[in-house]
């Protein structure tokens, strides 16, 4: 998504946003959306790194929770080391938790790391109980030993509403050692009263048509939307919610997206900082069966030349056409939005829109686009595009070339007033070098033409939209974002909770098709503290916003390049290429792409994993 993060952004911009975020409503951006339930999603252990003392953990001896030597921590420098004494011996460690009872999802995590003296193959000498109350969730011995930790993961949601123990008990017998290490316990709740019966992603398919007109400028458009979609899911679907991301950029009093005149549904309260819409539907949808709703809509840019906003002439209007929210396992994804990266999720999707607008402004848009002729002064811009997850488009009186790159794709620069001639054609030359490289690598560019409107003035760097990017003039920058065609857009995945998953394989395939290989890079890396993780979710880096560049970019390209090292080039490009394939217009988790990987190679990558803080 954004390429410079945060270090291009001048004074005045952050004053700007300061400004919007006083006029936001107190309660808005951290309202509950309207569901059958409430569930604010919490992490209910207290200490879970022991970073903080003891407190509140129970432990049978002092030393249990320690930083002594002969073990290490999972993050951090403290930890819960159990037994290792090599005689007969009993430690156990417990705190006592209240997991809420509105939540539908409860989950108990910890890394456990095993080391042990004994030599026995079938033999269970020594042992750790884990328990959430008087229920066993697993038992382990010194047959379980393993290098380096290893993340265990327990559903506990049948104790939602209960306040119980989670304990862990070890033992050992009479001779040689096992060390039951233990480190980064955590319970997370999220969800609603009602779980899914699964964790399928729904509601599925959906379809947009959109109708807008603009004003003179194309800083205004009014007209009607309709979505159809499917419930894929086992479980009932009994109401959807629209994503209108950009009232983030307003005030619930003066939204810059409208939506009226709801049909196929009743429209609820708004939610989220007035980012959420929830549409109540006439009859539950059980799976495989389909609806439509519509809508009026209104758009209103601001002024800034941001993803949403106007510089001068030349209005950019990303995130803009309301867009369905995913559920799942964990039940409606209604995240906030944030201006340091990226919140979206949503699945692949086709769009029909249709464009009314004065025949002076060019309206380079997501999709394969046809211009015919309106009423007076005025042109009709039809943009089809199939399988992708938002779209986006500009309009303004730009300067456009065209060119094709050497494997076929159509390629448009759309260019503001100060950009020169030479820097357009140098942009043109970039884009259409880039969508090469990454088809080689990952598969061919599957959205037919690809357009990028450029302007020096963008204070975020770059974005990315299926077919259609904003950038800078820079080679790199305008790379990155044509890699994000791949990263987000054909393999999809949740933004706010994952988005090393987009912004590190960018930034790996940018550094790629430049020839870098990122040699040593690794070795530069400092941590800022032990909850500091590639994988951490945006909601972290939104209170960490310095360090979200350094580590998701920096840090997650380069662990990529160790990756790559560890299997060999070969072996790193088919495993890319691969699960580029196997998750072509799908969604990726970190989970998938970790067992993709370890399926690529013999080596156990369980340590590589807990060096580069690849949680998941």
């Not at 964790?199 to 398919?205: E, F, G, N, V, Y």
């Not at 009859?283 to 495989?288: D, E, F, H, K, Y």
């Not at 080689?440 to 204070?459: H, K, M, Q, S, T």
């Amino acid at each position: 998504m954004r390429s410079t993060p945060h270090k291009v952004l001048a004074a005045s911009a952050f004053a700007i946003a300061a400004l919007i975020a006083a006029a936001l409503p107190a309660t808005s951006a951290a309202a509950a959306p309207a569901a059958p339930a409430a569930c604010t999603p919490t992490q209910v252990v207290g200490n879970g790194g022991f970073e903080s003392g003891t407190s509140p953990w129970s432990q049978s001896q002092t030393s249990v929770i320690t930083n002594r030597a002969g073990q290490s921590a999972h993050g951090g420098t403290y930890f819960a080391w159990l037994n290792g004494v090599g005689s007969t011996h009993t430690d156990t460690l417990s705190q006592s938790v209240t997991i809420p009872s509105g939540c539908s999802t409860a989950t108990l995590t910890f890394w456990l790391h095993i080391g042990t003296a004994e030599t026995t193959t079938s033999t269970k000498y020594d042992k750790l109980t884990a328990k959430i109350g008087t229920t066993t969730l697993a038992t382990y011995s010194n047959l379980d030993k393993n290098t380096g930790y290893a993340q265990k993961s327990f559903d506990v949601s049948a104790f939602a509403g209960q306040t119980v123990s989670v304990a862990f008990t070890g033992t050992e017998d009479s001779s040689l050692q096992t060390s039951f290490v233990v480190d980064d316990i955590a319970l997370d709740t999220s969800g609603g009263t009602v779980p899914p019966a699964d964790s399928t992603r729904t509601p599925a398919a959906p379809a947009y048509t959109v109708n807008l007109s603009s004003n003179a400028s194309g800083t205004g458009w009014t007209g009607h939307e309709s979505a159809s979609f499917t419930n894929a899911s086992a479980t009932a679907l009994s109401e959807v919610y629209l994503r209108l991301w950009d009232n983030y950029h307003g005030t619930c009093s003066a939204m810059p997206i409208t939506v009226t005149n709801v049909t196929g549904g009743t429209a609820g309260a708004l939610s989220v900082g007035c980012t959420a819409l929830q549409i109540t539907l006439p009859t539950p949808l059980a799976q495989g069966q389909s609806a439509t709703i519509g809508f009026d809509l209104g758009i209103t840019v601001p002024s800034g030349a941001d993803r949403f906003g106007y510089d001068g002439a030349f209005s950019m209007v990303g995130n803009a056409l309301p867009v369905l929210a995913v559920r799942d396992g964990a039940g409606w994804h209604l995240d906030p939005y944030t201006n340091n990266g990226e919140s979206f999720y949503s699945l692949a999707s086709d769009f029909n829109v249709t464009l009314d607008h004065p025949t002076s402004l060019l309206v380079p848009a997501t999709g394969a686009s046809v211009d015919t002729p309106g009423t007076s002064g005025r042109t009709v811009t039809t943009a089809t595009a199939t399988k992708v997850r938002d779209f986006a488009w500009a309009a303004g009186p730009f300067s456009k070339i065209s060119g094709t790159s050497a494997s076929g794709t159509p390629v448009n620069i759309y260019s503001v007033s100060g950009i020169s001639a030479s820097d357009s054609q140098s942009m043109l030359t970039t884009a259409k070098s880039a969508v090469d490289a990454h088809s080689a690598r990952f598969g061919a560019y599957p959205y037919g033409e690809l357009d990028a409107v450029i302007d020096n003035n963008y204070w975020f760097g770059g974005m990315e939209y299926p077919g259609f990017v904003l950038d800078l003039v820079s080679t790199t920058a305008l790379t990155h974002e044509i890699a994000h065609q791949w990263w987000y857009g054909i393999v999809g995945d949740d933004e706010y909770t994952s988005p090393w998953l987009d912004e590190s394989f960018t930034d790996y395939a940018t550094d790629l098709a430049q020839n870098k290989t990122g040699a040593s890079c690794w070795n530069s890396v400092s941590w800022a503290s032990s909850a500091e993780k590639i994988t951490n979710s945006m909601g972290y880096w939104d209170a960490h916003s310095s360090r979200y560049s350094t580590v998701v970019y920096g840090y997650g390209k380069c662990a990529l390049h160790d990756l790559r090292r560890v299997l060999g080039d070969t072996a790193m490009a088919k495993l890319l290429k691969d699960y580029a394939t196997s998750h072509w217009y799908g969604v990726s988790t970190t989970a998938e792409f970790k067992a993709a990987a370890q399926a690529a190679t013999t080596t156990d990558l369980t340590s590589f994993w807990t060096t580069h803080r690849i949680d998941g």
